[in-house]
């Protein structure tokens, strides 16, 4: 047996290139620019994926691709649909090795562009096969965990490659996996066949193929949420333990209707059917990515089990359910580009994610899957947020934050508040409250954004072809549903250094403080065991320990010193926790002394004296005397 070391060495070694014999470099833009006319690739790209290795958590990956001889240039996805930036994991590629009839084939990287892989096919060659490995993280510092000893998330995007200058569309692909004994997967691919544990999915080509992901794992439950429907929707749940696929009659019905009244809003389906794809874990990464006909769900796995006491999360699938139609089916035209490789513009991402977020958060009201009084708790949360804690917005705007998926990628940021981040999907939610309670006022109730939904994201019910629009587009269909200059009432909002705030008023709410969180909010404070003093001295505390997670930008806090990072150790010379600062707060306000925290950042302890003494403020919605109530009825089951 060759050891693994000597094994890579020797691969390394077959595929060193003489710089004499490099092809020449191509400018990076060329690579993702499709043939014109389009022209379907000659042949079926065959691609098989090992899954079975998670003790190591890799996807061995073998892909034969139809050739012709001659120069040929292979592309790992770079701009990955859903995520609006160029994030394709290809740090994590390893052991490629490319050969045509048993005989390796010497490749090399384009330097202009790493996604590239550069090669010569030779002459009788008709048939080329691709190796690789996909490295996934083994711990969360090395990226969202997609493999673990229970469960996988399989994104077909990470695990492939595809011929340059080609549309996704014009790609064919016949996708196998081999997963672990005796697991289940759920994906929206069509399933041919299962032979033991490889499961042959039906040809697809490759746009599709990017856009159907597979959550599979060891404890699984498939619930109907359209019983008997022609278009049925599943929800394939994957769970740390079979305990946590314990769901409810009652919270089963709340899920179904979510789909109810998300036809009812849109009046229509664009997919044949649809899975919601539901990972409960401690283990692997949390996410929320939409798709076309499925999407991909992960949240903690208590999810079903302590329903009650974690509403935090509870719109997520209400979210990616809408994106089927705000997103897959209506997509901003800077974002549908014909392969992945093409740059992706995001600036109608307010459009896209800010108005998704609305409705996600409507839905979950309206479905059940949050109580009124959770739902009014979430939006005081975010009202405050663009009350109190967003100074950013003095330098920058709601639309310059619609590029921050490519400025930061997410990266941990010292300042949120300051810098701003993705302020799309809250303060974008915000803006369409302001145009919902606009269509109200002006057509005196007879109009909403819901006869906006259905006219905008309604139209050509069950057909999946994308339809691309543009910020005219957006405008003439609300000038469709009620007249008004909607240009310049989107732009005021849009390009002003001031969040939207206006929505809440004019929806017959306003934002208040009391000395006592909301159920939701307190809920959401014990979920991500964090202590929120945001509105009151401006910072937030993690209970687990003591870590300084957030400082509002010229808050109590950060007037005083104590920065994103510091650990509190003393609060008015007691050892500090939550309850301990909660009773200073609450004292300095009775007697007037100030708050003294002893931090330490690094290597340096400091004593930082707050002057702050207006006790404990947590967010709450109250009704505007003498103003027409809208918010209750935007959040009214339909």
């Known amino acids: 047996m ?63 691709i139809p050739v012709q001889a001659g120069p040929l240039t292979l592309l790992f996805p770079k701009w990955i649909p859903g995520k609006h930036r160029p994030d394709g994991p290809i740090h994590k590629l390893a052991g490629l090795r490319i050969t045509a009839n048993g005989q390796p084939l010497a490749w090399t990287r384009d330097p202009n562009e790493v996604f590239a892989f550069m090669l010569d096919v030779p002459a009788g060659v008709s048939m080329i096969e691709v190796a690789f490995d996909m490295l996934t ?62 499961l042959r999915y039906a040809e697809v080509d490759l746009e599709t193929l990017q856009d159907s992901p597979v959550f599979a794992g060891r404890h699984h439950r498939r619930f109907e949420l359209d019983p008997g429907a022609s278009r049925p929707v ?44 539901f990972s409960l874990s401690n283990h692997l990464g949390g996410i929320g ?12 796995p208590g999810y079903f089990t302590d329903w009650d006491a974690q509403p935090a999360g509870r719109d997520l699938l209400a979210h990616e359910f809408v994106h089927s139609w705000n997103g897959k089916f209506r997509r901003p035209d800077g974002l549908a580009t014909p392969n992945f490789q093409v740059p992706m513009r995001d600036e109608l991402l307010w459009v896209y994610e800010g108005q998704t977020q609305y409705w996600g958060m409507v839905l979950a009201a309206r479905s059940g899957l949050w109580t009124r009084d959770e739902a009014m708790g979430a939006l005081a949360l975010v ?28 990266r941990p940021q010292a300042a949120r508040s300051h810098q701003l981040s993705e302020d799309y999907y ?18 005196r109730g007879r109009r909403s954004l819901d006869d906006f939904a259905a006219r ?23 000038d469709d549903v009620v007249r008004h200059d909607w240009a310049s009432f989107l732009r005021e909002r849009l390009d002003a250094n001031a969040p939207p ?112 003494r207006d006790g404990p403020k947590y967010p709450v919605l109250e009704r505007l005397p003498g103003t027409a109530d809208r918010l209750s009825d935007i959040l009214e089951a339909r």
């Open 137 to 198: 993280p083994t711990a969360p510092d090395q990226g969202r965990v997609v493999m673990t000893r229970d469960l996988l998330n399989l994104q077909w995007g990470t695990v492939l490659l595809y011929p340059a200058n080609t549309a996704a569309d014009q790609l064919r692909y016949a996708p196998i996996l081999t997963l672990p004994t005796g697991w289940q997967a759920g994906s929206a691919l069509e399933l041919q066949a299962r032979t033991g544990d490889t």
């Open 501 to 612: 705030l206006d929505g809440l008023p004019a929806s017959g709410w306003r934002l208040a403080y009391r000395d006592t969180p909301t159920p939701y909010h307190k809920a959401v404070q014990a979920q991500r065991q964090i202590a929120d003093h945001t509105a009151s001295i401006g910072l937030v505390l993690s209970a687990k320990d003591n870590l300084v997670s957030a400082v509002r930008w010229d808050g109590p806090a950060f007037d005083a010193g104590v920065t994103q990072g510091s650990t509190l150790l003393a609060v008015n010379g007691y050892a500090a926790d939550p309850i301990v600062l909660e009773d200073a707060i609450r004292a300095a306000q009775t007697d007037g002394s100030a708050i003294e925290l002893l931090v330490r950042h690094g290597e340096v302890i400091r004593t930082a004296t707050l002057d702050y």
């Open 234 to 277: 599943h929800l394939d749940v994957f769970a740390d333990s079979p305990r946590y696929l314990a769901a409810s009659d009652a919270q089963l019905r709340k899920h179904r209707e979510l789909v109810e009244q998300a036809y009812t809003l849109f009046r229509s389906q664009h997919f044949d059917r649809y899975d919601f794809l």
């Open 426 to 443: 809250n303060a974008g939610a915000l803006l369409w409250l302001a145009v919902d309670a606009e269509l109200r006022d002006r057509s």
């Open 2 to 64: 060759i050891r693994p070391a000597l094994l890579a060495a020797a691969l390394i070694a077959s595929l060193a290139v003489p710089a004499a014999a490099q092809p020449a470099p191509v400018p990076a833009a060329d690579w993702g620019t499709p043939a014109v006319p389009a022209s379907a690739w000659p042949g079926t790209i065959a691609l098989e994926v090992d899954a079975t290795d998670t003790a190591r958590r890799m996807f061995r990956v073998r892909q034969r």
């Open 289 to 300: 990515l939409e798709h076309h006909r499925s999407s991909e769900n992960g949240l903690p």
């Open 383 to 410: 009202a405050s947020t663009y009350t109190v804690d967003r100074p950013g917005f003095a330098w920058r705007n709601l639309q310059d934050t619609t590029h921050d998926p490519i400025i930061a990628a997410r």
């Open 456 to 478: 905008f994201f309604g139209m050509d019910d069950g057909q999946w072809q994308v339809r691309p629009y543009d910020f005219d587009d957006v405008v003439a269909t609300l």
